[in-house]
């Protein structure tokens, strides 16, 4: 019988808040679980990037009339079944003590299964007094819209199914079911059934819609192994789910923990089990390893998560599962800190792989590489060349033509867009970063080495003088004197230096920074001295500046005294003063308006400033530790203001954000190996002697299309103009008295380059002829000397 009330109510994701993540170590079970308020949330199949389920768990009806909702009604624990596997065991209880439900969580080793060994205890009563019944809601292929689902016979017994185009998910028990139903979310689905009239009507096909899938289960069986089988046909998930029942439930467990426990041991990196930091460390390194791909091996994914999922549709299809260039190579750093190379190795293929032409990579992709957002973000250029130039360290390089041509086009894209990035690393603002110039100028460095040691002098020659000559306009580019965060600290390093309009030349106090995500009457701008984050932090990690330069010093005096926050545990930081990515401030969930919330990933950046300084890094990872869920998952966010109990947020804990965040995982191992090491993990030294040790001083200053200079100094020895085609330049510096035509230079990237002498200049004029296009270039340009800086 057809269920009614098509197509039921509008989708929603769940809750971010994430207790735990699993999956099997092998590649042959290509499924991954989330698990949040004693529940199974979204399992993902085939790839990390593709959620088939919001949430499957059970409801109890009792004799005397009462309704309970597992994630909602009963009482949750949690623990894992081994420190070294994503194996977990949930008790959720009756509050009024009346019964118990008892799962083990895994998935199947050698297919597409989740697996959940019920047991469901009496603790007061009889077994009479109970009826229990499994309800799963599938969103299959990332969207809860245009579902379908049937209720089939599987060897000769009734089972669950739900498909959408070529996925579909079949849902069987060892003990018999005794009744199943299909229907649609809030009409005629099981929820709404047995809470209305707690009575079960057997609808058997509910198609095109958002639907859910309801079965009672025989309590008579002390034990059952459930069974949620996904395929790419109707066919291939009904066998694969036959087939998993076969096996006896601790058979799979056993196997599932041994081939983690496997790769655990081969950690070089992790610390005994009885270290205080060991826990969070391996379920970190879980973490990591759980969002590596296996599909597409070497894709790592922000999170398994859908920030505020409770609030969001299928219009959010992407969450946060998804590849961030940035955060995957935060990943694959923290995986050599482990120990695992292999994964990292295997992270620099996948960012080969998926390089645009250009040498940029999408703001964000897919696991297969289709981009989602279209945002350009200059530092996710330059981490893949400081994750390939620490495995070429590490002698790791198994195909350096590959590795080595990915980073020229990469250092061509970052010579012809930089120093200005469109988005900064908030992925919110363009214009002078700290933290991308940090990235962006240290990763010129490491690729000029790297270009050096394959005897391409001209290339590294190129890429060291632009670093220098950016090295050296950071301050004037990214720090003001006149600071409007706090009058007690007006000196210090800004969150971004608008490059609108264009300012080369310009100093802070500007422009105005947009702020995105503000509520309602509040202002959507500041001037750009008067918001602040951590970003220049960055400049200390990555070694263009010391930890005691004078300008860090005071930014972090800026820093601590505007964002941070003392929590029980420890401090934590906002991303910057007047951010909105957060919960409203009445604790409703984010929905493109808030108040943004504390990070406990800048703990660990704070932390690796601290330890750059000689101080103990210890406060910093117990903040992070003591940010973590019950599970040990790390958040985007955590909660900054009184508790607000009926929306679950409670000062110092998880917010409704991301988590687990991968990103936050990554900082937490890195900054755990740093204090192993007594050094930042990440500093290059190559970047470090430069900048630090030997300071290098540039006389060259550079034009460019998307950098054009206005003035030089007196101290500016070199102009060096830059085009990215073959062009000649005709210029003058005397008012066009006499000029000079030349044939630009390739520097080994495709980038072409001039150098005038300015020395004893007052101005420099120029315009270009294209030989390949056969035109002029149709209007000049002009730098004047100014006298003072």
Request: aromatic share 12%; charged share 20%.
């Amino acid at each position: 019988m057809q269920a009614p009330g098509a197509p039921g109510l509008e989708p929603r994701w769940t809750s971010s808040d994430k207790m735990a993540v699993g999956t099997s170590i092998a590649g042959t079970s290509r499924v991954w679980f989330t698990l949040s308020h004693g529940i199974l949330n979204e399992i993902y199949f085939p790839r990390m990037d593709q959620a088939n389920t919001r949430d499957a768990q059970f409801l109890v009806l009792t004799r005397d009339g009462r309704f309970l909702e597992e994630k909602r009604d009963l009482r949750h624990d949690f623990h894992y079944i081994d420190p070294d596997a994503p194996a977990f065991e949930l008790i959720n209880t009756d509050p009024q003590g009346t019964f118990r439900i008892i799962k083990r969580i895994v998935t199947w080793p050698d297919g597409n299964v989740v697996i959940q060994q019920f047991r469901f205890e009496v603790l007061h009563g009889s077994i009479e007094d109970f009826r229990v019944f499994l309800l799963v809601a599938p969103h299959i292929g990332n969207q809860g819209a245009h579902n379908n689902a049937q209720i089939i016979t599987l060897r000769e017994e009734p089972a669950l199914l739900a498909w959408r185009e070529a996925t579909a998910l079949c849902i069987q028990s060892t003990a018999k079911f005794k009744s199943c139903s299909v229907g649609y979310v809030g009409a005629s689905d099981g929820w709404t059934q047995l809470y209305y009239r707690r009575t079960l009507e057997a609808y058997d096909e509910a198609l095109d819609g958002n639907v859910a899938l309801t079965a009672e289960l025989d309590l008579t069986e002390p034990e059952q192994m459930i069974a949620l089988a996904f395929g790419r046909s109707i066919q291939e998930a009904k066998f694969t789910a036959s087939l998993a029942l076969l096996h006896p439930y601790y058979t799979i467990e056993q196997r599932y923990i041994q081939q983690w426990r496997e790769y655990m041991s081969g950690l070089s990196g992790l610390l005994p089990y009885d270290d205080p930091h060991s826990r969070e460390q391996r379920i970190s390194a879980m973490v990591l390893k759980i969002h590596h791909g296996k599909l597409f091996p070497g894709g790592i994914i922000a999170s398994l998560s859908i920030p505020w999922g409770n609030a969001a549709g299928d219009g959010n299809m992407g969450g946060y599962h998804l590849v961030w260039p940035r955060d995957m190579v935060e990943a694959a750093q923290a995986f050599i800190a482990l120990g695992d190379i292999e994964a990292a190795w295997q992270a620099l293929l996948f960012l080969i792989a998926t390089q645009k032409a250009d040498g940029s990579w999408p703001q964000n992709f897919w696991l297969d590489g289709v981009p989602y957002w279209s945002g350009s973000q200059l530092d996710e250029t330059a981490f893949p060349i400081h994750l390939a130039y620490h495995l070429w360290q590490l002698k790791d390089i198994k195909n350096q033509r590959a590795v080595y041509g990915m980073v020229k086009k990469a250092l061509r894209y970052i010579c012809l867009s930089g120093p200005v990035t469109q988005q900064d690393r908030w992925e919110e603002d363009g214009g002078y970063s700290p933290s991308t110039l940090a990235a962006t100028i240290s990763a010129l460095v490491l690729g000029a080495d790297l270009a050096r040691q394959q005897g391409d002098d001209n290339i590294a020659e190129f890429c060291e003088h632009l670093a220098d000559y950016w090295q050296g306009r950071i301050d004037k580019w990214t720090f003001t004197e006149h600071g409007q965060v706090d009058p007690r600290f007006p000196r210090h390093y800004v969150r971004i230096h608008v490059s609108v309009p264009p300012s080369p030349d310009g100093r802070v106090e500007h422009g105005y920074v947009p702020i995105k995500n503000v509520l309602p009457g509040e202002p959507n701008q500041y001037p750009e001295e008067a918001v602040i984050d951590g970003g220049f932090l960055e400049l200390v990690r990555y070694g263009l500046k010391s930890p005691r330069d004078p300008h860090i010093v005071d930014s972090v005096a800026a820093y601590d005294a505007v964002l941070k926050v003392d929590l029980p545990y420890g401090p934590l930081w906002h991303r910057y003063n007047h951010d909105g990515y957060g919960e409203m401030p009445d604790g409703s969930p984010f929905q493109g308006a808030g108040q943004g919330r504390l990070w406990p990933l800048l703990a660990g950046e704070r932390g690796h400033y601290a330890l750059a300084l000689g101080e103990s890094p210890e406060p910093y990872l117990k903040a992070m530790e003591g940010a973590s869920s019950v599970g040990g998952m790390i958040p985007e966010q955590v909660w900054d203001q009184p508790d607000i109990p009926e929306k679950e947020l409670y000062f110092g804990r998880p917010s409704g954000s991301a988590m687990p965040l991968v990103w936050a995982h990554a900082e937490y191992i890195k900054l755990l190996r740093s204090a192993m090491d007594g050094r930042v993990f990440e500093l290059p030294d190559v970047v470090r002697m430069r900048y630090t040790v030997h300071p290098t001083h540039s006389a060259m200053v550079f034009w460019q299309f998307n950098h054009k200079r206005h003035h030089f100094y007196a101290s500016d020895e070199t102009l060096r103009i830059v085009v990215p085609q073959f062009a000649q330049c005709v210029f003058t510096t005397n008012e066009w008295k006499t000029h000079e035509m030349q044939d630009m230079r390739d520097n080994g990237l495709g980038v072409y380059f001039l150098d005038v002498d300015l020395k004893g200049q007052d101005m420099v004029e120029f315009t270009f002829y294209w030989p390949e296009a056969g035109h002029w270039e149709g209007q000049n340009y002009r730098l004047d000397l100014i006298k003072t800086s």
